[in-house]
């Protein structure tokens, strides 16, 4: 009998273990793998598919064309290498470093984070690396880094089983991280005791199952947060020991918390002054309360606040490094966890470091053998300022892997112009056609999950090794490869000198030893035999300690200086753009149960085709009758950035006077569906996080004599021909 290969679902921060068993011919059939200790043998719809969109519409060869309204030739790696090198020389020469930007994704390896930073912020000189993390969890980070003094979810996903008191909070869980959510929901039904609250505007699945749901107006979170604080304390529901032994800043939050009555919070919230006092109830009553939040929370102009206000609440209570206790993000993509570990933002560095920290910089150049003062102490271009340097002129080569941002940018005319301006851009991709490649001059073929060997991080920390087990179609590579060879090719030749995928991660963790995401004793050989494993893991660690779940802050000292978590002090601002009389909606923005992010892959599968087949715009009844409006009428929804034409879906699921469309759609799978035409670039200060999540808006109805949903290749007079 042919053994199965152990992996790693590809799609959501859940980080599924997988199980490809042979079949014979070259076929696999894919199961969840019962080893695997954060899914423990479950699989949603999407990683249960996964094979069926491998070799559809794949990328082969690389193409390159001189103008974007030409059409694509087939040219040799050898020509497109020359021609990249040969524009990287040119650009710095010319422009110098920071003219050069790197636009990744969550979808890479470890390895080719690590190798892209080795490329960019070292050999190249510039920090203009960002990632689609940017747009996803760098709120998360920021306010983890701001309260803890280190990025990283503290908590594991046994305290999902642990917990007395779950609080959901901008996550619908059971569609976007489903085998968390069961096992969450399997717990909560077994023990009647367990409380799970949920926050959301909308009535969601996650919601349905919820013993209490606050439908709290958007951009009221913190307001919510800070009511339920105010009455946790009035209560006497806090933790004084560990409030004076571990925090600072507790004085000043009493006094902010002051100014949040629960009379208050409820009509500024829209929700029964009861409820915001029951979910305090739940709260204060638990031994252990777990906190879950994702993108409702983090793609917020006050994103960082958000998530830090609702760690206040785990400080007020001592809720922290304790089983079934702590507060947990939720990560979007499969390796967004991974790529901040190896420095995969504009502002980072591997190892959780900072570019600005001089300390830290020096720890990299020398490590990487580079002259002092090699690396630049100044933050790269964030995902929406590669937009603005485009505008202005300042960039002159443009390089986007493993990601779409002409569907998943805010502002997408802005952001689509912008993307014609650029010079010279490079997109490396698994597929084609894609809404971005009709922006590229010259693109890539990577190879993807099942074809290339690496390792990927989940949201608890946990580092699963997904090894190769077929070939790539064609001449396709994986991405460490693609970006080792430039350097090579860029006279790097000692840098760069990796042979596998396993080399390339043995270098990496000697750069994690001693820093909070140690990985120092973690090596594929190790997670080939041990299976997957949480870090901190350092070297000398034994394989019965490696095994066992890790909870950060278990002894209660933090990163920061004095080793005190921090209070937020933070008051609430609300959503960046308010309705008004012509805009009087505020929309929001989400996934649904089948479909992952701009549908690349699950665009191209059929069953989640024909679960999912277009999108849609959620209203509620009594908005619907205000425009006269019945179920599946065709209604223009405006912003002041642009227009998509949907069907409405009339449901008390709702909030009244909140609208909701799916964020999948792009030109290639439905006319005018582009969420993002809609939505625009306003950011929190602190993790230049655009807030993707409420915009205003108007609905207009219209009369259609056919739906205008239709498949092109065309997009704005540019060529984009399908093989």
Not at 98 to 109: E, K, L, V
């Given at each position: ?7 790693l ?43 069926e969109a ?44 920071d ?33 689609n ?71 969601t ?5 919820a ?33 004076e ?5 507790f ?33 204060g ?15 917020s ?12 609440l ?12 702590g507060?947990?993000?939720l990560?979007?993509?499969?390796n ?11 502002h ?29 102490d ?9 937009v ?40 490396q ?25 690496g ?15 077929r070939?790539?179609?064609g ?8 970006f ?16 596998t ?26 997670l ?35 080793q ?13 753009e ?12 989400g ?11 699950t665009?191209?599968?059929p ?28 209604v223009?929804?405006?912003?002041r ?33 582009e ?49």
């Amino acid at each position: 009998m042919l053994t199965p290969v152990s992996s790693l679902c590809p799609y959501c921060g859940v980080g599924c273990g997988l199980e490809a068993v042979p079949q014979g011919k070259g076929a696999y059939k894919i199961r969840g793998d019962r080893q695997h200790p954060s899914s423990q043998g479950m699989v949603c719809v999407k990683g249960a598919t996964i094979m069926e969109a491998l070799d559809r519409d794949r990328l082969a060869y690389p193409l390159w064309r001189e103008r974007l309204d030409h059409p694509f030739t087939v040219i040799s790696w050898d020509e497109a290498l020359t021609r990249l090198v040969k524009r990287l020389q040119g650009v710095r020469c010319e422009q110098g470093a920071d003219a050069i930007c790197m636009y990744g994704s969550g979808q890479f390896q470890t390895e080719d984070y690590y190798v892209a930073q080795k490329l960019l912020k070292g050999c190249l000189g510039t920090n203009n690396f960002d990632a689609n993390s940017r747009l996803c969890m760098s709120s998360a980070v920021s306010a983890y880094t701001a309260s803890f003094g280190a990025d990283g979810p503290p908590c594991c996903y046994d305290d999902l089983e642990a917990t007395e008191c779950a609080f959901l909070i901008g996550t619908n869980t059971a569609e976007c991280h489903p085998i968390v959510f069961n096992r969450l929901r399997n717990h909560h039904k077994r023990d009647a005791g367990v409380k799970l609250i949920v926050v959301d505007p909308r009535r969601t699945p996650t919601a349905e199952v919820a013993d209490l749901h606050l439908a709290i107006r958007p951009g009221t979170d913190i307001d919510l947060l800070h009511g339920i604080g105010h009455l946790l304390l009035e209560w006497g529901h806090v933790d004084a020991q560990f409030i004076e032994e571990c925090t600072e800043g507790f004085a000043d939050y009493v006094k902010l918390l002051a100014a949040y009555p629960p009379h208050w919070v409820a009509e500024r919230c829209g929700i029964a002054q009861g409820d915001l006092e029951q979910a305090a109830r739940y709260w204060g009553h638990a031994q252990a309360v777990l906190s879950l939040w994702s993108m409702g929370i983090n793609q917020s102009a006050e994103g960082t606040a958000k998530a830090r206000c609702l760690i206040n609440l785990h400080l007020l209570t001592g809720q922290m490094g304790r089983p079934g206790s702590g507060p947990f993000s939720l990560t979007g993509q499969p390796n967004a966890m991974g790529g901040r570990e190896a420095g995969g933002l504009s502002h980072l560095l591997p190892g959780y470091r900072q570019v600005t920290n001089p300390q830290h910089r020096q720890e990299v150049e020398d490590f990487w053998g580079l002259p002092r003062g090699q690396l630049s102490d100044r933050p790269g271009r964030t995902a929406w300022q590669i937009v603005e340097g485009l505008e202005r002129g300042e960039v002159g080569l443009l390089w986007i892997a493993a990601t779409n941002p002409a569907v998943s940018f805010p502002h997408l005319e802005r952001a689509k112009a912008a993307f014609l301006k650029s010079p010279f851009t490079v997109y490396q991709d698994a597929y084609f056609p894609t809404e971005t490649a009709a922006y590229a001059h010259l693109i890539l073929p990577a190879a993807q999950w099942s074809e290339k060997t690496g390792v990927m991080t989940n949201s608890e920390r946990r580092v699963t090794l997904s090894p190769a087990f077929r070939s790539p179609p064609g001449l396709a590579r994986p991405d460490w490869e693609i970006f080792a060879e430039v350097g090579r090719r860029l006279g790097y030749e000692r840098l760069f000198s990796f042979a596998t995928a396993a080399d390339v991660y043995a270098e990496f963790v000697q750069l994690t030893a001693g820093r909070p995401c140690d990985q120092s004793g973690l090596s594929h050989e190790r997670l080939a035999r041990l299976g997957p494993l949480q870090w901190p893991c350092p070297v000398g660690m034994s394989d019965e300690e490696a095994r066992k779940p890790k909870r950060l802050y278990t002894d209660r000292r933090f990163h920061t200086a004095n080793q005190r978590a921090v209070f937020c002090l933070a008051h609430s601002q609300g959503v960046a753009e308010p309705t008004d009389k012509v805009y009087r909606f505020t929309l929001t923005t989400g996934r649904l149960y089948g479909h992952w992010h701009t549908q690349t892959r699950t665009g191209r599968i059929p069953k989640i085709q024909k679960m999912h087949p277009n999108p849609f715009v959620e209203m509620h009844p009594e908005d619907a009758a205000t425009l006269d409006l019945k179920e599946g009428d065709w209604v223009e929804v405006r912003s002041r950035r642009g227009q998509v034409c949907l069907p409405v879906t009339i449901t008390e699921a709702i909030r009244p006077g909140t609208l909701f469309v799916p964020m999948h759609w792009g030109f290639l799978f439905a006319k005018s569906g582009e969420v993002n035409q809609l939505t625009h670039p306003i950011a929190c200060p602190i993790s230049q996080q655009p807030e993707l999540k409420a915009c205003a808006v108007q609905v207009l109805p219209v009369k259609l004599q056919q739906s205008p949903h239709i498949s092109l290749v065309q997009e704005n007079g540019i060529a984009l021909e399908q093989s």
